[in-house]
């Protein structure tokens, strides 16, 4: 990116603890959304084991003495329980994660400058500055904290909504699904027609 070239908007901020924990926080709710399958298969492959296991326990029980147990039901009401108590445990575990990564990484302590334009997302750091075409993103979203930019299921840049005003973060989600890059799933990509 040249620092003369203009873009069609842009931004500088200063990452803040708070700010790096609510984006780690959007990004982990993007991942147990079901859009991205890595983190969510893992949750329900366990209650799928567990209620495996309370099926074949029932099965054993019911030959071995012929009797009806009250083991499958608090089992299976289990199974989800176990689901949500792993998603809620993933959940408070971001913060503690992402303060460490705050105080770890370098590049969060010195400013940040994105910019935006109809060629895609330019980056510049201390470190290095780049663009990011816009067809080079695997998905980006607009979520409640920030807006996120991600390159594979795993590597994400991001621009948190504090650092944006009204206006900027108006623009910058206009220019980004103007860019017919893989965004939001509309309503219409849901329903099946006959």
Avoid: K
């Avoid at 982990?28 to 366990?46: E, F």
């Amino acid at each position: 990116m040249n620092p003369e070239a203009r873009m069609a908007g842009e931004v500088s901020f200063q990452l803040t603890e708070e700010e790096c924990v609510a984006v780690s926080r959007d990004i982990l709710r993007d991942r147990l959304s079901g859009r991205n399958p890595t983190l969510s298969a893992v949750t329900r492959i366990a209650s799928l084991a567990i209620v495996g296991v309370a099926m074949v326990a029932f099965a054993f029980e019911t030959w071995r003495d012929g009797s009806v147990s009250l083991m499958l039901p608090a089992i299976l009401l289990a199974s989800p329980g176990f689901y949500w108590f792993c998603r809620l445990s993933a959940y408070l575990g971001v913060t503690s994660g992402a303060r460490r990564t705050f105080r770890q990484r370098a590049t969060f302590q010195r400013p940040m400058h994105y910019s935006w334009s109809e060629e895609g997302l330019g980056f510049q750091t201390t470190h290095v500055n780049g663009l990011i075409p816009w067809g080079d993103l695997h998905l980006w979203r607009a979520a409640r904290h920030s807006f996120l930019f991600f390159t594979d299921e795993q590597m994400a840049y991001f621009i948190p909504r504090s650092a944006l005003t009204e206006a900027e973060a108006e623009d910058l989600e206009a220019t980004v699904a103007a860019s017919g890059a893989p965004g939001p799933p509309r309503l219409e990509d849901g329903l099946i027609y006959a």
